[in-house]
């Protein structure tokens, strides 16, 4: 804070909890992610595995992988989009007087789905006609995505709802960057991902066989770091 007073460097992973996170190509080759067995993995190690060296703070406050987080929440935030129909679920009794109410209106997410249309309608240039102006680092940047679609396991949100999320989350980024992958278990939402869905997507990674659900994130960074090793993508920042 003292060299730069709009940002904070974290001095430990519980300071900075987030699935969401942006990085260098340089620190996706030099982490060894494809050293991490996916049969005991979660989901949030997708994250963690790349923040490890934040618990040597004290001893090296400049090494790789550090968390820095802006001060004001605003300047660069997301969204856990599942938190308004977690908490739609969680106070149904007082939401909802009637059983049958509480059955069909507490998994609604009708203001997720506003948003999601309203940033299609702004920014799909199927509709609009023209590209968001992006800016040459953005260009060279790629989002990438882990997305369970249409698969039972980790996760709590319903099965429907996943997809409404993933546009919603979709043309969030797309206003700012360009380059947009998916990373998926089934070959129904590769299907659905280039046929049906909409989205201008660069890539979809399908990744078959995987021991659960939950090994999805860490299995879709190992698969960015073979592709940016190898050259098949040019991007500079994950």
Not at 106 to 121: H, Y
Not at 162 to 191: H, Q, T
Request: glycine fraction near 6%.
């Amino acid at each position: 804070e003292k060299e730069n007073l709009e940002l904070h460097l974290c001095n430990g992973v519980f300071e900075a909890y987030s699935a969401s996170y942006l990085t260098t190509k340089k620190h996706m080759i030099e982490v060894k992610s494809e050293g991490f067995n996916l049969s005991w993995v979660n989901c949030e190690m997708a994250s963690f595995i790349h923040m490890r060296e934040s618990n040597n703070f004290y001893i090296n406050p400049k090494g790789e992988g550090m968390i820095i987080q802006t001060l004001d929440v605003l300047d660069f935030s997301v969204i856990h989009l599942s938190t308004f129909e977690r908490s739609s679920k969680k106070y149904r009794h007082r939401l909802w007087q009637s059983k049958a109410d509480i059955k069909s209106q507490w998994s609604k997410i009708d203001p997720v789905e506003k948003a999601a249309s309203i940033l299609n309608e702004k920014f799909n240039p199927n509709i609009t006609k023209r590209f968001p102006n992006w800016t040459n680092e953005a260009k060279k940047t790629v989002v990438v995505m882990p997305f369970l679609g249409g698969a039972m396991g980790a996760g709590h949100s319903e099965l429907g709802n996943r997809f409404e999320y993933l546009k919603a989350c979709f043309w969030s980024f797309y206003e700012f960057i360009p380059n947009i992958v998916m990373g998926v278990s089934r070959k129904e939402d590769v299907d659905w991902g280039f046929q049906q869905s909409g989205l201008p997507w660069f890539d979809i990674i399908l990744l078959e066989n995987l021991p659960k659900s939950a090994s999805l994130p860490v299995a879709t960074t190992q698969q960015v770091k073979k592709r940016l090793q190898s050259g098949e993508w040019k991007f500079d920042y994950v």
